[in-house]
């Protein structure tokens, strides 16, 4: 596929909006992730108005540690650049290249998951659960649903890479590599508020 | 256990069935049958039918448990249906004919009408679109189903979690609504975001925003709406089945709960919800004045900007709701100016249409009597809404039946009269017959009398102190008369949608064909084509050169719109089955938790995901149908 040159010349450049249906996908996906912005607003809402109910259990204070959630910061933003690097050799027909940076970032986004599981172990440990009191359940169900987008997006990201590998870079496929490349984005946005509203102003506040 | 052996017998009957391994004669018998065409349409103008069936079948039940309500309220001390009966009665009235009966019905005219007015083949995602439907259809039935599993909600359609958390209501019912409306509610965004683009990619050469028709711009706004209030819906009821089905504490005070947070998020959703389902009604009827009226609407730019600012103001209100709830003077005055500052572009679009109507050609058929029975109907309901805007007003009024009337004057008299009206006016489009005039006349003054007659007298209730969501009252203190009167204004409504069901018997079975312009007086592209149109809509796309696409052309002396390409083969999408299976594993997914059946719940989400990925993995690119023989076409 990347040697290809004549029918690649003739390709536009942006691959993912060649056609018209790939437009389409494009902007329904930009709207789609309206609807998820809505939707993390509500549970971060949620989060804040409940967050100093801790009850007996360990406070935000007490709780978090900013290193290993730094850690885990790292990766996932890593992780957006190496899925603008893919979309890039995407548009340059590079196979090749394309699936090896989406492998980096499924692996960065897998190294991500595996330290909030890690995290949610620890806190369990200490008496902090979802059913422990109200501070815990909207804990994790603001950071769980980010976590479970991780974890769709991964599984996402994985079918496609087969699917491309089956059929090359083409106007079909660009597209949904595409809007795959904006969710990653987003849940990286969405994991900056958690970051700070959750994280960093669980520490001072 | 039992209901998981059930279900899986039946998906390894069904899996024989599909895969052939029953009989190979038997699957191609099924594909070529017409119900397994309607089960896998992608079809706008199917998928819009499908709507308005689902859609009147649960309006249907949403008004016999209405009749029942009214029944057992005809006379003091009534023991009919009292204490839990009449709670489920009342929870399921208002959650049907909210969630499924007035949003499939707004969906379904959606469906049949924007991809015609805006010159579209389609709409953007016709998978999508089926999908929409089919979550919907089965979310409705799911929640249905509670009558028949261990009772139905009884918290009120609000749910409020001062009612809905397990302690205060056991049993079921609420888990029947927060998974039946989760999944009817996923369909509804699926919906509203496909007709966003679609309205802004799909609309023809020469279509410009400006010229979209008022019906389609009304849809475009409240898919916006949709698009960005139901997502609070879904976490609200996502929380709620946390707290009743896995032990988490969000609106448990005890725990460290808030059951205001319900009531933000609830609302958050529950007014623009309030602005969905009477923007496209509004929308009916400027298409319907104008139609009637022989004039182009008056104030069209006008129009567009009212529309917007209501989508816009419809979030900056939601506070109204929850006055009692003690969130302070400033935020109550804050939300009370933004609530009566809607008055200023509703009151812009009565305007209008009156202005529309001065001095135009009046035909009164049968969609113009309901817009103008709407007017003054919705008028009423409008302004009971700023009285009961003013804060310490609603401390008197909330709770009473002064606000059931208010809500029933706009919700029936505005979102009801106008679908009735959109109903009328374009089933000729839909079915390709003419509904009966007289018997929709008939239909039209036995629903609005009986209408007035069962809601005007609740506004004193109200004032005299009765409160709503109570199933008795006593005798001897002023209430009985007018309780009378309520009840008996019910036949009328009842006997209008009897009228109704048959025109549209009668109408299918015996009714003229209706011609393309099936009112001799279209203004705009959908009555271009033929009624109904054929699959492909449009066989050549049209070239629009100005607002009332069509009456431009028939001033400039044309039969016909002018096309915008030559004649040539159409790309169709195929037909799939994925979206009744992908709604069906979402049912069992749900009505599994709902029975605290983890491994049918499990089932059913493997089901969503086998779905997903089918499609993923599905590269159909649809097939081409040549529209100069459209019969040869169809078929193959």
New interface residues.
Partial sequence: MANHTDSSTEMPNHLETAT?EG??KV??FW??L???T??FA??F??YL??RN???DGPTTQELFDLKLVALATALLLTSSLTSVLSMIKMNERNMKGMITWLVITLALGLGFLVLEIYEFLHYVHEGHT??S??????F??LVGTHGAHVTFGIIWIT??II?VLK?GITT?TAP?LFVSSLYWHFIDVVWVFIFTLVYLLGKVG | MATLIVLLVLVLFLAAIFTGGYNRQFLERMRNSRTWDWLTTVDHKKIGILYLMGGLLFFLIGGLEAIFMRLQLFAPGNDLFVGRTFNELLTMHGTTMIFLAAMPLIFAIMNAVVPLQIGARDVAFPFLNALGFWLFFFGGVLLNLSWIFGGAPDAGWTSYTGLALNQYSPGPGVDFYVLGLQIAGIGTLIGGLNFIVTIINMRAPGMTFLRLPLFTWTAFVTSGLVLFAFPAFTVALLLLMFDRLFGSNFFDHAMGGSTVIWEHLFWIFGHPEVYIVILPAFGIMSDVISTFSKKRLFGYNSMVFATVLIGFLGFMVWVHHMFTVGLGAISNSVFAVATMAIAVPTGIKVFNWLFTMWGGEIQFKTPMLWAVGFIPTFVIGGMTGVMLALPPADYQYQDSYFVVAHFHYVLVGGTVFGLFAGIYYWWPKMFGKMLNESLGKWHFWTFLIGFHLTFFPQHFLGLFGMPRRVFTYQTNVGLERLNEISTIGVAGMLIGTIFFLVNIIYTLRKGPKAEADAWGLGRTLEWSIPSPPPEYNFAQTPLVRGFDALWVEKEAGNKTMTPAEPLGSIHMPSPSYIPIMMSLGFFIAGFGFIVRGIPAAVFGLIIVFAALFLRSFDYDRGYHVEPEDPEKGGKE
């Fill in positions: 018209f437009k389409n902007l329904g709207l789609f309206g609807a998820e809505v939707l509500c549970l809402g949620t108005a409940l109910q801790s009850l979802f059913m009191s109200a501070f815990g359940s909207s994790y169900a079918t496609l699917q059929r079909e949904k």
